[in-house]
């Protein structure tokens, strides 16, 4: 039944779907790290979550930091 109705979804709902399900992973995943490191600040979890969703190349060309060293170097 699922099937058929994102078969028969108009392109516009496929694309609403397709950005509520990653915007709900990255509430998972962000929710995830808070409760891994309860006592970072947003900034540091904000760092956490952008090395976990991206590439570490992509990471230290696009923002700047290694993802491999610690926050604080």
């Known amino acids: ?13 496929k694309l ?7 915007q ?14 309860p006592r970072a600040t947003e900034e540091d979890l904000r760092r956490k979550l952008i090395a976990r969703l991206l590439p ?6 696009a923002y700047g930091f290694d993802p491999k060293l610690p926050a604080n170097d």
């Open 56 to 61: 570490r190349e992509i990471v230290i060309s």
């Open 16 to 22: 609403d779907l397709t950005f509520g399900l990653t």
């Open 1 to 13: 039944m699922l099937f058929d109705l994102l078969r028969n979804a108009t392109p516009s709902k």
């Open 24 to 37: 709900a992973l990255r509430e998972l995943v962000f929710a995830d790290i808070r409760r891994q490191y």
